[in-house]
Structure formats: structure tokens, C-alpha cells
């Protein structure tokens, strides 16, 4: 029988990280770095997921995994949120040798998760062998989990005869329809929770969609007239986790929402002015609108050091960039992880090599 091979994109949050869990807006787009889903079906009865990135190799009976389906009946696409004693009983059962925090036993609980809750819709236990691999860097902003969970929900939901075949004869690459998008989206937004917890759904839908996108409680849209912008990458490479940073904004919230609620609500007015800039960019791409998105870009980073996301390293970064004339953010969760510095025409080599020697 053959295979199928699948692909998701990273992402890169342009503003809008932390708000965005708070019901304000989020632009993002995605990268050219992906993550690669490879499912062969197996004979013998099994179920393997290979992690090469992690280092990672499990395998399970269908037999074994039968008794927990009954705790995973779910209606796709509006299936129940992963409840927290799931997701522990899904780590136990998953983590084996690796711990239970580890995070093999993290992206294989998702995996489980996803697995048992199409399993459960559609009445079929797939025996499969799942290899899954990536350009994406793991924990450091790009949504690497966001495209596991992409490519996981497409490859189940397509191995339970949910969603078609999208190749055509002769065609090398397709792409699923509209509808399957949807579906597929909401069922990786269920992987994101099982990883992340409390996730906006941003990450997977830019995963699902690709393009640049306007994201907020839920409602993407696709944003038709942009710019072709530039962007230098930086990776601090300071492993953080999008959990606890993301739980971390929560508590100061709940503490001081007088303080916070103003800060994310500016947050939120950043993302709407960008997106009138760049709309604007379209039509005259003068340079006096890159000032107004350097601006912002500044304006933002501070604001995301104020509720507590920033990093020396990053604030590094600003200040290696900025002394070249350029401006930096962090991107993602923050706390580490990447930083995007916004490359005026003409400024593409500055940003380089002001980041070299440093890195
Ligand atoms: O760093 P990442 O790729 O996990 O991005 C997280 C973006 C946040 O806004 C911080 C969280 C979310 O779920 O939107």
C-alpha cells in the first residue's frame, strides 16, 4: 500500500503574541521552513509514531489502545476540549521511558489524543506507521507544534476515510479543499491545546491556511493586499515554554487587569494599525510607511517586556539591530526563543551582518 506525505509551515507572529489569547487581534504569516508527515499503513497490527527531531520512537497494539476509546468520544469538528485528566492519563500512558513532562511524551499525547478522538468519530483504528520531521526548530516561536498537529490532523482524519485523497492524476502536490481546511484546523487546534494547554488557535490556523493572516477569538482572515515584506530571523536559541509564558501573562493579569488590561488592549490597537499600514503599503510603498511599522515594531517590544515575556538575549538583539538602524521584536511566546527584525529596502545586509559576530 503506499504512502502519504504531507507538509504544514511554521509561522511568525508579526504583533499580536499574548493579546491574542486575550480576544485581541494577531497578524501572522507563514514561513518556508515545514514540517513533513510521512503515513504508511502497517500489517501487524500496530500503530508507530517516529519523532527524528526528538529523538523519539513508539510504537502500540491496536488492541491496547482499544479500551481507551471509550473515554474519547468526541464529535468532530466541534469535539470537546482535551480535558487536563486526559491529557495526564494520555502523558502517563505515552511517556514511557522519557518521563512524563518530557516533551516525547508531550507531542505523543497529542498524538494519542488525536488519534483516539478520530478513531472514536469515524470507527476504524488505523494501523499505521507515522514518521513525522521538520526545518523547524523546536520551543523557539515558529509554531512547530502548531504544524505537527497540522500535519497529524491531516494524515488521521484522511487514514478514517474523513477527507479525501487530494491528488489528481499527474498532479505532484494538492492541496484539500476549503472544508477539509476547516476541519483539519479545528482538529489541530485540539492537538495545540493537548500541548500548550490554553492556545489562541493562531499558530495552527496560519499552519492550516498558509499566507498571511489576521487572527482573533477564532475569526482568520486572509490578508489579500500585503506587501512583500523582508524579515531577518534571530534565534536566541534559550528554550522557553509557551505554557508557562503564556500562564505567566494569565497571573499578572489577574492580578493587576488595571495595569495589564490597558497594556494588551494597546497591543491590540498595534495589530490594527499595522494592517492598515500594510494595506496602505500596497498601493504606495513609500519608505515613510517602514518608519510607521519600525515604530511599531519598538512600541511593541516594549510593551511585551512589560507583561513579562522579554529576555536579556532579546533585548540584545534590539540593541545590535537598532545600533545598524534597524528594529527588532521578539516573536512567539518571547522569553527566549526568536526575535524578527523588520529589513528596510536597501538595509537587507545591515541586518546580517550587525547579527553575525554576535551569533
Ligand atoms: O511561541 P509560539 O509559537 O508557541 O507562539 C505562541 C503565541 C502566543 O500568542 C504566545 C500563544 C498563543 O496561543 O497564541
Redesign the pocket.
Known sequence: KRSLVLSAPG?V?LH??????HGKV?LATALDLRTFLRMTPRQDGKISLQLPNLGSQLSWEAAELRPLLAAFSVELPEAQPPSAEQVEKLKEFAGGDYGHEAVQSVAAAAFLYLYLSVASKYGVLPTVDILVWSELPT????????AYSVCLAGALLFGCGAISYPLQEGQETARWTKEELDVINRLAFRG?QVI?G??????NAVSTWGGALRYISGQISVLKSVPTLRILLTNTKVPRS?KI??AGVKAKLLEFPTIMEPMLATIDAISRECEGILEAMTKDPSQEHYSRLEDLVDINQHLLNGIG?GHALLDRVCQVTSSHGLHSKL????GG?CAITLLRPGRFRRGREALIPTY
Do not use: M, R, Y
Open positions: 509561522k507572529i499580536g503574541e499574548h493579546a491574542v489569547v494577531a520551543g523557539a516561536g515558529l509554531g512547530s507544534s502548531a495545540e500548550h490554553n492556545p489562541s488557535g493562531v499558530d509557551t509564558l503564556v515575556v516573536t512567539g511566546a518571547g526563543g
